[in-house]
């Protein structure tokens, strides 16, 4: 009774009504991998232009109930080509399918989840028209190895990754010339880029590797329904969920610079009630491929099923990655030539000024730590064959920040001989601080001070992240649905610093140098005698309001956010389309309790801003093997909360305004059993941008000063090409290009602060950008694949990638002036990676893998990304043409893993 009452109230509140058919049959049948011959657990099998289907079971076998009649049956599964078959159903009697076998695919993703299955916006091939790659749980397996996450979608076109030079964890990806904020992150329709900026940070997701079931990288708008930021494109990763049969798995890897990785997984499979329960531990530790960028972490994973009926799916996860590592910073190409000879080896590339030796022990200025953990709750609700709602609700909680020196910079900048800083000299210059005669002295105590001390603190930033998606879709008739939907998030961060080691000091006194309302409420200053480790094993331990010896600054903020979606669909076999439209509001407020002494003062006014979105495309199938699509779509998008209030106080950016982006596309696909290709063409307008950018704008040699470039325009316009060749059944080929054009449009406004936020210069300044290439990523690039099967088990590969017109980011040095010499272009490179791997079948299914990757086989020395545009002149110093007064990163050297794995 209370079923059908819930489903009567649902179908008032939508004005929907729904059909039931009386006259049904059964259909039934086994999926199987076509070339193993193993059962596919979890395939979907599914009644074309319905949401009614089923998944198949620990054996592969699959029953659904159909009304009498003819249907056209879909069966997919994640990283397999999608397989259709018309299938006529008698009332009372079992139709068999019998035995399919699905075909592994590469290229895309043609299949529905099994959880959320409403609410992760998968692209289908010849239906969804986008441009798409998609990598599969194989290749995430084999070549993630001791890797970042992002270098497992370098294979993909115009996409851009600068590996982990800063540390593990610290690699960035761009796509279309557009960076990480400007990409939208997605675990399972739940958007997890930062709301404070849309940053993503991969060291809070070092394990993502291992709970990944694959990875859809939608380039360009993208088909999500939500309003996110997806200008770039939209990276969609599709986690495990409870496993519907009973196995497991463990591995460990070793690598270079002795990183090791053990990894255990198991899932009790489905039982009869419905329950399952799937769980994963990892832990990872290594020295860091550069000189002093030492780390370790943890991974964790659980997923609870339950499945009471055929019209109900519940499933419980939560993940997480404590992690720590010391850093690394780009400086100048001279600091790396530590010989003076004008050459720097591949040893010197190494080189990093951040650490040095404590007591005996490596010790960094620069320590990242963090931990979030994620949860969310998936319903799926089959209301009726017509009708379905999916529901997620999740949540999140940071906690960690990073460490650097604070002091005297006399102080923190000691080296010793070899370039390493001389915490032991630090320690002792200390100590032998004399302190007697200062108003803020302790007897017997040594209490340090700006310009005489130097200790390292933790810049603290906390959050607590909660949200919900929910969609309801509804199929009007074979050819159209529509889907209605909602997205609710609320944010709230905490920013504070801590002293994490005095070096040899009782105490510190700091006057927070001058800040607003600090001495009021802290007169003559304030002594710090308590240090609180930094450490992502924290928990509560650090929350915000249970310290009361905060440094420097403390503010926090509010982020609340409600968006409405809906989406309306044609499809038939030979044509799709949609239309789509998001409206959003967003709220903003800041809280500083550091800055102010007025508690009126202390809280911000209450800001709002309100966007949209709206999108359109159609793909058309000319024959079994021809495809074409177009789509078209524009955003409004709010500011980010960094871009709203200046100079790190509560004084309202009032010059700030929605984000203006216009997107266009258009693509081929050609299919065949021996080659698959996409072409597609894109432009995209950018107006009213915001830019903010981490660097060294001071000159005092640290990379940790801030610019916001205010009413930014760019126009990035391309094409791109992904095959894959399959010519005979042991060897593929495939491969990329991406031609693209990435410039700024018009001349921008920029404001400038340095490491504690106060003004650089006269703080605001005009960039002269217009026409200026786009930085930090490669214009044009290629890359070859190929793999073949030697014999049953063995299997080598090998890619090569070549990147070139890649150009350096925007300083505010360096276009301050009309005669500018533009953006610095650095030298081209290319790449090449290299593995092996071994199967060895076992009894009862299960599977011994061996795997070898190599990455950057020939140890290829190359700069992957520049902070400053300095262009050589006659008599400089020159590096392969480049000035050596650019602040530069090396990417890494030639890199190993091996690993072993059994699965049962």
Known sequence: MKTQLLKLVFIAFFGLISLVSFSQGTLKGKIIDSESNEPLVGASIVKVGTTNGTISNANGEFSLSLDEGSHTIQISFIGYNTFSKSVKVTNGQTTDMGIVGLEASSVSINELVVIGNGVIDIARDRETPVAVSTIKLTEIQTKSGNQEFPEIMKNTPSVYVASQAGGYGDSRINIRGFAQENIALLFNGQPVNGMEDGKVYWSNWQGLSEVANAIQIQRGLGSSKLAISSVGATINVVTKATDMKEGGRVSALMGNDAYMKYTASYSTGMNEKGWGMSILLSHWQGDGYNDGTQGKGQTYFISIGYKPSDKHSFNFSATGAPQWHYQNFTKKLSVYDRNGDGDISNKEQRFNNNWGYKNGKEYSWRENFYHKPVMNLNWDWNISEKSSLSTVLYASVGQGGGTGPYGSSRQYNIYDDNGQIDFDQVIANNKAIDSSGEDFNIDGKTIGQ?????????????????????????????????????????????????????????????NNYGAVGYNEIFPGGRVYTQEHKATPYMFWKYRNDNIDDKLDYQNNERISYAGLFGQLEYKTELVSAFVQGAVSTQAYQRFDYQSYSDQNEQISEKLHHDGFNLKAGGNYNISDQHNVFVNAGYYSRQPFFDDMFLNYVNDVNEDVANEGVLGLEAGYGYRSSSLDVDFNAYYTKWTDRQIRQDGDFDGDGSYDDVALFENVGENHLGVELEFEARPTSELTISGFASVGKWEYAGDVNANLWDENRNPIGSGSQTLFLDGVKVGDASQVSFGLIGNYKITKGLTIDADYRQYSKLYAAIDPQSFNTEDHEGSLELPSYGIVDAGASYRWYLKNNNVLKFRLNINNVLNKQYISQSDTNIHAGEGDDTWKGIDTDNIVYFGNGTTWNFSVSLSF
């Open 450 to 510: 700006y310009g005489t001390a130097a200790i390292r603190r933790s810049s603290m930033n906390m959050h607590r992240w909660m949200g919900s998606v929910i969609n309801f879709n509804h199929d009007i008739n074979e050819k159209f649905s529509y889907n209605l939907g909602t997205d609710f998030r609320t944010y709230f961060g905490e920013h504070f610093r801590l002293v994490d080691n005095l070096l040899g000091l009782d105490g510190y006194w700091d």
